[in-house]
């Protein structure tokens, strides 16, 4: 037996969306709801609870969003939610994690739905149903929020603040005796460059702490008897915790008590000192340090683990929630600058320095590498350009160069970049040409228009120069811009081409699988993007050869609305995010051996409904970029 | 007063069979676990719409009870039942409770609604606003239909409150004096059942308020009920 108030009703239906549901359904609702209480201040929803439990209505106060735990305080609040308002519906729908401290910013009142029922709604209801996947109005920035709540869980946590404290003591802790005076103890703190010095008795069982904050209130300002024994001075209160103690509950208990130490102590002595210092020093990836390290390094090895530093560090921005464009940039300027120093080595190591080839020679990027567009398990693709010094045949300069570019293949492979399959790299005799050769393979591929004129077009349009004379290569692509534009009928087959690669979505709009339910994501959702992009370029001139910028740049001459290549754009990343997520998750598992190769292979049913419902969008966004296509060439 | 003879003498009621076996089976029910921390245990807020304001004369039209499970409102698990009354309550009254004589006279059988709502209630404890009033009202009710001796754990939230907000116990006296300041909005007054969910809210805020000073349980939050009737008395 229940009994819903009509106020309680009149109250819900008069906000959205209960006020286009039917009134079964909210009835249905309302009697599987909670009311619940949280003073003002008190945490509603958060990310350690795990997957969210419950759907939250507001029914009176104010409810505060907050971006990160550690940080959680009032300067950080970034979203407002009031009475009538629905949270978190990106976290419900996906199934995750919130991304954000939800708190009570106000004594506050929520209607609460658990999770189940939700789902259940979710399915009875429709207009309950649009109201939850619509009021998401930018779909893809709340996956990326969530994505982001998943990573900083599973990734900055797990590997740095997930370390158990005895991992972090750098050092014994100093301490005192309790009667030891405030002078003698001051003097022990500028000596050792310390900020904290603990009082311990006969049985080092912590007693006090004092800081060098407390100096100013405690002592300066009181013009406190420094003769006096220096407990008396010393905070009491204090937060302890064991050395398996993890680094992110010595972060909590910080945060929660306003302390910046925590101590350490095991069977009631003091082992060491945590400080939020030491805290702070674990999340900070050294960007400028890992590049300063490549940029000095002097052998292979040191370049190898260069290389893992690179694919950590990204997994942690990915946790930061850096926007997949940035990411695969940081990627690509990362391995950019390994490419260029092995490169550097290997030629200096094969004698090539200083010889009138090394002036006159390129090394170049071809493929995603050359589109910006690398993730973690990009095959290398490269090839050398040069001028044929004078004197010399373009062959015996490939005798020269060969050796060099085999080892900096191998090398490479070494780094993590597997050698490519199809021989497309700079140590097969065919990809290590002179500037004339090149001219003569890209107007044989261009005038030729067989498939696999087609398919070397596709890799090696995308070159750009990456480390030497890169003239050469501007060169090359001024040619070649010019010579494509004025070839029609090439364009016309490459759009053709392009087009036999339908985003595989179904009849009634789901994905067709291949023969193992998977959807590559690569193939299937990257392709269509990177394909149009290649030939707007090539049509309007525009030498870029990153995927996202081709799109931009070529929009107004070829009359696409900014708009439009906008959506396209963030169907793009977010293929490509999904791509990201799933080679860390990969190697994850494989626990960080990279022996592996990584597939772009995903399951849509591993997908929460609302990573499929955006996918879905993107493939759509994918035909409409191929519609423009079909509609320019007539096809 | 003839009246008030006729019922104070009335012979006990007769249940029917099926009725005096409901009563039975809820009698028999085992007591609700003690002690149980308020995030663990089922409470029971109740309000009654009466048909005037003396103890002695005025009789119960109607119940309005919704139960805080593990320390959240179950809207689902709530109640509200209206009594056939057998003298319609005056008019100025009726204006109070908003239920009409035509409702009055409609309601359910008295003896069915309150076993209904001592079903409902199992064994959880009661909570109220002035317990006193609506304990009165119930207890009599439940005399005259049922024949039953109603012995049940309160707890009053007058009492509670001013316990755990001293300062304002002078200011802060009646049920709206306390919901306002809380920002409980309530949207129709003298309704049992909004009564009792806005009391039921008063709960939830006076819950959150004691588990600050380590207050998690019922029998914690009578000791505060109790020490601050004893402050009240010597005051």
Redesign the interface.
């Known amino acids: 037996m229940s009994a819903i108030h009509p106020s309680e009703l009149s109250f819900i239906t008069r906000h959205a969306p209960f006020d286009r549901m039917e009134l079964a359904h909210v009835m249905w609702m309302m009697e599987r709801m909670f009311l619940g209480y949280y003073a003002e201040g008190e945490v509603i929803v958060t990310p350690e609870q795990g997957p969210v439990d419950r759907f939250l209505v507001i029914k009176q106060g104010v409810v505060h969003g907050e971006q990160n735990v550690a940080k959680a305080s009032e300067a950080d609040t970034w979203l407002e939610l009031g009475e009538g308002e629905c949270f978190p519906l990106g976290a419900l729908l996906a199934n995750r994690r919130v991304a954000s401290v939800y708190r009570a910013g106000s004594d506050t009142f929520c209607y609460e739905l658990p999770a189940a029922e939700f789902r259940e709604l979710i399915g009875m209801s429709s207009a309950f149903r649009d109201f939850c996947t619509r009021r998401i109005a930018n779909l893809l920035e709340h996956s990326k929020q969530v994505i982001q709540a998943q990573f900083s869980h599973s990734s900055v946590e797990q590997q740095s603040l997930a370390s158990p404290l005895s991992a972090i003591i750098r050092r014994e802790p100093v301490t005192c005796a309790p009667e030891t005076s405030v002078r003698k103890v001051l003097g022990v703190m500028r000596e050792q460059r310390i900020g904290s010095m603990v009082a311990v008795d006969m049985n080092s069982r912590p007693l006090g702490i004092m800081t060098l904050h407390d100096v100013l209130d405690r002592i300066a300002i009181p013009q406190f008897d420094l003769e006096q024994p220096v407990i008396k001075v010393m905070s009491t209160q204090l937060s302890s915790l064991p050395p398996q103690a993890l680094a992110h509950e010595a972060a909590l208990t910080m945060a929660r008590h306003g302390f910046r130490h925590v101590l350490v102590v095991e069977n009631e002595r003091l082992v060491g000192l945590v400080s939020e210092k030491d805290l702070f020093a674990l999340q900070r990836v050294g960007l400028r340090q890992i590049g300063s390290t490549i940029r000095h390094a002097e052998t292979p090895e040191v370049l190898q683990q260069a290389a893992a530093d690179i694919r950590r560090m990204a997994h942690n921005m990915m946790a930061q929630g850096v926007a997949p464009e940035q990411l695969t940039q940081f990627i690509s300027t990362f391995n950019d600058l390994l490419t260029v120093r092995v490169v550097e080595l290997e030629l200096a190591a094969s004698g090539l320095l200083g010889t009138p080839l090394h002036d006159r020679l390129c090394w170049m990027a071809l493929g995603s590498e050359g589109r910006f567009e690398q993730t973690l398990n990009t095959d290398q693709d490269n090839a050398i350009i040069f001028e044929t010094p004078p004197g010399m045949t373009p062959d015996q300069v490939r005798e020269k160069l060969l050796p060099a570019a085999r080892r900096i293949n191998e090398t490479l492979a070494l780094c993590g970049f597997p050698l490519c399959k199809g021989e497309i790299m700079a140590c097969n005799p065919k990809w290590c040409l002179s500037l004339e050769e090149w001219k003569r393979a890209f107007s044989a591929w261009i005038d030729g228009g067989s498939p696999e004129s087609l398919l070397h077009a596709s890799i090696f349009f995308d070159f750009r120069a990456l480390y030497g004379t890169e003239h050469l290569a501007e060169e090359l692509r001024q040619w070649l811009s010019q010579y494509a534009r004025s070839n029609a009928r090439f364009l016309r087959q490459m759009a053709a081409n392009a087009l036999r690669n339908r985003p595989p979505l179904g009849l009634v709009r789901d994905f067709v699988l291949n023969d193992e339910n998977r959807l590559d994501l690569k193939l299937n959702g990257l392709a269509p993007f990177v394909d149009a992009a290649r030939i707007f370029s090539l049509a309007a001139g525009v030498p870029q050869t990153g995927t996202l910028q081709r799109l931009r740049l070529s929009a107004p001459a070829l009359h696409i609305p900014a708009a439009e290549v906008e959506a396209w754009i963030n169907a793009l990343l977010f293929i490509q995010l999904l791509r990201l997520r799933h080679h860390f998750e990969v190697s994850d598992r494989q626990g960080g051996e990279k022996a592996q190769p990584l597939d772009n292979l995903i399951d849509p049913g591993q997908l929460n409904e609302l990573d499929r419902r955006i996918l879905k969008e993107a493939f759509r966004q994918a035909r409409k970029a191929q519609a423009k296509l079909a509609l320019d060439y007539q096809l | 007063m003839k009246k008030l003879l006729q019922r104070w003498f009335s012979p006990k009621p007769s249940l029917r069979p099926h009725q005096a076996a409901r009563l039975a089976a809820w009698q028999a029910l085992p007591a609700a676990p003690q002690p149980a921390t308020v995030e663990h245990s089922r409470f029971v807020v109740v309000d009654v719409e009466t048909t005037g304001l003396n103890l002695m004369t005025d009789t119960l039209i109607s119940i309005?009870a919704v139960a805080v499970?593990n320390?959240?409102?179950?809207?689902?698990?709530?109640?509200?039942v209206v009594l056939q009354q057998r003298e319609i309550s005056r008019k100025e009254n009726i204006l109070i409770h908003g239920i009409s004589s035509s409702a009055q006279r409609e309601g359910d059988d008295p003896a069915e609604a309150l076993l209904?709502f001592l079903e409902?209630l199992g064994k959880s404890p009661l909570v109220a606003f002035h317990v006193t009033f609506d304990e009165t009202m119930i207890r009599r009710a439940l005399r005259q239909y049922l024949g039953l001796s109603f012995k049940h754990p309160w707890l009053d939230l007058a009492y509670v409150m001013p316990a755990l907000y001293p300062t304002l116990a002078y200011s802060h006296r009646v049920l709206d004096d306390w919901i306002g300041r809380?920002?409980?909005?309530?949207?129709?007054r003298h309704?049992a059942?909004?009564d009792a969910?806005a009391t039921?809210?008063l709960l939830?805020?006076a819950?959150?308020?004691a588990r600050a000073k380590d207050i998690t349980d019922f029998a914690g939050l009578r000791d505060l009920e109790r020490s601050q009737r004893w402050a009240n008395g010597v005051s």
């Open positions: 309005g499970v320390g959240r409102i179950a809207l689902g698990d709530s109640f509200y209904a409902y809380f920002n409980i909005r309530i949207e129709v309704n059942l909004a969910l039921a809210q939830q805020v819950h959150s308020r």
